[in-house]
């Protein structure tokens, strides 16, 4: 058994993981990163990177059937559903590197390929070693929530996991669960050429902004993926090949492949966490503002916290880490200027507060702006004008901001720079957009809060009129 002494302990190398490790050892930390499985995470291998790049296989074969709106004869593309997974694998390997055990021991850090485990309050065994740290960091992600539907362990069952190793094109795909994996897998997959349902128990992307994300439903629906909502899974049937999901209210479906797609778990059950007296509830592990577990020498962040689930939070909560762990500075995490972005097609983002969680903090003091993709004409030009803009505005300021449409999550890291900075509408406004782009929308929706009150006042006009009276 090898004994380590470290400033800083690391368990698990995804997006958060990686982040602390590298900023801490650049900073002069010692630092002992544990990962039993690949580096880089669920982003890397099973999340983010192959999604986004079977959704560009998607795209590429939706453009080759729609193009004739711009004087382009169609073509029926000829997909190759194993070399788009090859593209997938393709893109994940040009990332690889950076997340690599190489890099990570150039930059000085110890990397151990073992799971870790708490033995007491202040140690960490992984494999044949025994780490004591100053500080512990927790970032061992979640992992797919498989739920208990009578029948679904008997079936073949596809999750984010195993998407990425299927390589004969499913027939029919279904569905279950209509959140953000369960919407891009559905759309990447239709324009694929597969039949596709979706069969979601609530409302889909009902995380969303309902009228945000009724944008982006029907146009799903146009594109012929039927989606069912109020449908509960509540049994499953079948075989390779030919699988049925039967819903609570008695409905069938029926297609050759199920992808599961209902939440995520977080991935604490082999830390031992109890001895270390690390609590946790449902959602992961229990954290206050600065991150820090139940035991105060150890921190936790990204999935396995239990907030928001996206890279960017696994990398912001790094960044929180650092400043406390490293620097001993006092260091907050917040939320209300955490932005996400969908990646269906319009796409849907959002950041800070929705339009009802802003009615019901703010009451009447809440202006809601909107500005649609048809007045853009850049987006006409694109063909791409469904879509809108949404702000929810406060004294000024904007609190909360929604976009459906072309871009969206290109659009929405303006107004993540507004929520950080607590900017004023009247700063968008002074922006000057080139003309044409996209990004027009956003100034055009700080012009929206403006309009009504330089347009529609009297008061401007009297003054107006008395200036005009009185110019040369
Ligand atoms: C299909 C899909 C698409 C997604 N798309 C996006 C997107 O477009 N944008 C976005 O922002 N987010 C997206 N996400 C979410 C994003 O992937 C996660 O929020 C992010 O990976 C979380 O980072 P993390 O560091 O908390 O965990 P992870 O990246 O999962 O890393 C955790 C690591 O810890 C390791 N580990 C676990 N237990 C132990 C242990 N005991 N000892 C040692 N190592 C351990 C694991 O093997 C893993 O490598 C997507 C997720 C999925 C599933
Ligand atoms: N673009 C992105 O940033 C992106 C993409 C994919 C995933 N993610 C992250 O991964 C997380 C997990 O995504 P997800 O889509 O798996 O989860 P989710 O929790 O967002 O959505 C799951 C959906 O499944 C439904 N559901 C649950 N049980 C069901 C059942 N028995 N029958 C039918 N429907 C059922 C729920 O009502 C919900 O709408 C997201 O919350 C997000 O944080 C991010």
């Known amino acids: 058994m090898e004994r380590i002494k470290t400033d800083i302990l690391v368990i698990g190398a995804g997006s958060g993981g990686l982040s602390v490790a590298a900023g801490a050892v650049q900073m002069g930390a010692s630092v002992v990163l544990l990962e039993d499985h690949k580096m880089g995470g669920d982003c890397l291998n099973y999340g983010c990177v192959p999604s986004k790049a079977l959704i560009a296989s998607g795209k590429a074969a939706w453009g080759q059937s729609h193009s004739e709106v711009y004087g382009v004869a169609n073509v029926t593309p000829k997909v190759d559903y194993a070399a788009a997974k090859d593209h997938v694998q ?110 979601e128990g609530a409302s889909a992307l009902g995380k969303d902004d309902p009228e945000m994300s009724a944008v982006v439903l029907e146009k799903l629906r146009g594109e012929g993926i039927a989606i069912e909502e109020e449908a509960l899974a509540a049994e499953v049937r079948g075989k390779e090949g030919a699988i049925e999901v039967e819903v609570k209210d008695g409905r069938v479906f029926k297609g050759s492949h199920l992808l599961v797609a209902v939440g995520r778990s977080p991935n604490i059950d082999d830390l031992d966490l109890d001895k270390a007296g690390i609590k946790t509830n449902r959602a992961g592990i229990v954290v206050d503002s600065g991150l820090r577990t139940s035991n105060r020498g150890v921190y936790a962040i990204g999935d396995v916290a239990g907030g928001l689930q996206f890279t960017h939070v696994a990398g912001y909560h790094a960044g929180i880490v650092i400043r406390s762990a490293v620097l001993g500075l006092p260091a907050k995490a917040k939320t209300g200027h955490l932005p996400w972005a969908t990646y269906t097609d319009p796409e849907l983002a959002h950041v800070g507060l929705t339009e009802a969680q802003a009615k019901k903090e703010h009451g009447p003091k809440l202006e809601v702006v909107r500005f649609h993709y048809e007045h853009n004409d850049r987006a006409l030009a694109e063909r791409k004008a469904a879509g809108l803009i949404k702000v929810m505005v406060v004294r000024g300021r904007a609190v909360g901001v929604s976009i459906a449409g072309y871009q969206a999550g290109e659009l929405i890291n303006l107004w993540s720079l507004v929520l950080a900075n607590n900017l004023k509408m009247s700063q968008v406004a002074n922006m000057v957009s080139p003309y044409p782009t996209i990004g027009e929308v956003n100034k055009r929706a700080a012009g929206a809060y403006f309009s009504p009150r330089l347009f529609e006042s009297d008061m401007v006009k009297r003054v107006v009129g008395l200036v005009q009276r009185w110019l040369p």
Do not use: C, K
């Not at 055990?101 to 494999?127: D, P, Y």
């Open 90 to 199: 393709g893109v994940i390997a040009q990332i690889e590197p950076v997340d690599s055990q190489e890099r990570f021991e150039g930059l000085g850090v110890r990397v151990i390929r073992e799971r870790g485990r708490f033995i007491s309050r202040t140690e960490v065994q992984a494999g044949d070693h025994v780490i004591t740290a100053r500080r512990v960091v927790i970032a061992t992600g979640s992992s797919p929530f498989v739920p208990p539907i009578p029948g679904l362990d008997g079936v073949p069952y596809l999750t984010n996991e195993t998407l990425w190793t299927l390589r004969h094109q499913p027939e029919h795909l279904l569905v279950i669960g209509g959140g953000p994996i369960g919407m891009e897998m559905a759309q990447a997959h239709r324009r694929l050429g597969s039949e596709v349902t979706v069969i």
